[in-house]
């Protein structure tokens, strides 16, 4: 909580004083509190619009080597957490009529890559879940977006600097892309644009001897 505290603070300080924010702590691995969590801070806010769907964790696992818990808690997080977000927030904008759910997943969800199998399991489910959602929620007035990030320059995995790795970008840059794709309400995209844009097409059916950081 402090460190929602200090950005609502530094929010207020730099954007706008008057700013409405609320402050709620969620642990969308405890899927039966995700609804009720949601649903008090969507009153205390008067309704939402959107939703961002983004919190999501990674790890390096190995399989077969005593990491089983750790793969778990990947799904736990990535799928089975957003899912109940997700449901959440779909009860709150079949109230409203309308609403846009926005899911935060990876371009790992097209490409596999060794020591990444539930990382890369847990994107690719929440993709489909997202486009199966599109599908069902279009008739409520009820807008999915998909956002597929490349690597991003953060502390995601303990121990390795992202920054280094191809294409990379910083924070600032990823929220910008992101924001834009939203404000449009597109479909799916991809973060940063160049080069994932143009390479998209080929991701998922590179050799193996690729799939490795």
Request: charged share 20%; with cysteine.
């Amino acid at each position: 909580m402090p460190l929602l505290e200090q950005l609502r603070d530094e929010i207020h300080t730099t954007i706008d004083g008057e700013l409405r924010i609320e402050l709620a702590v969620l642990d969308v691995c405890k899927t039966d509190t995700v609804a009720e969590t949601l649903h008090d801070l969507f009153s205390r806010l008067g309704g939402i619009d959107t939703i961002v769907v983004n919190a999501g964790a990674n790890d390096v696992t190995n399989i077969g080597q005593e990491d089983l818990h750790k793969e778990l808690k990947l799904i736990d997080t990535n799928l089975s957490g957003a899912i109940a977000t997700i449901g959440a927030a779909t009860e709150h904008f079949n109230a409203r009529g309308k609403g846009h759910v926005v899911g935060i997943s990876s371009l790992a969800s097209l490409q596999p890559f060794a020591q990444q199998a539930a990382y890369s399991a847990s994107k690719a489910g929440f993709s489909m879940y997202l486009k199966a959602a599109r599908i069902e929620l279009r008739k409520m007035g009820i807008t999915v977006t998909d956002i597929l990030p490349g690597y991003i320059a953060t502390d995601i995995v303990d121990g390795m600097d992202i920054s280094k790795l191809p294409f990379a970008i910083p924070t600032t840059q990823a929220a910008q892309e992101m924001a834009r794709l939203i404000e449009k309400k597109a479909e799916r995209g991809v973060v940063p644009a160049f080069p994932w844009k143009y390479l998209r097409p080929f991701i998922g059916h590179l050799p193996e001897r690729f799939s490795h950081y």
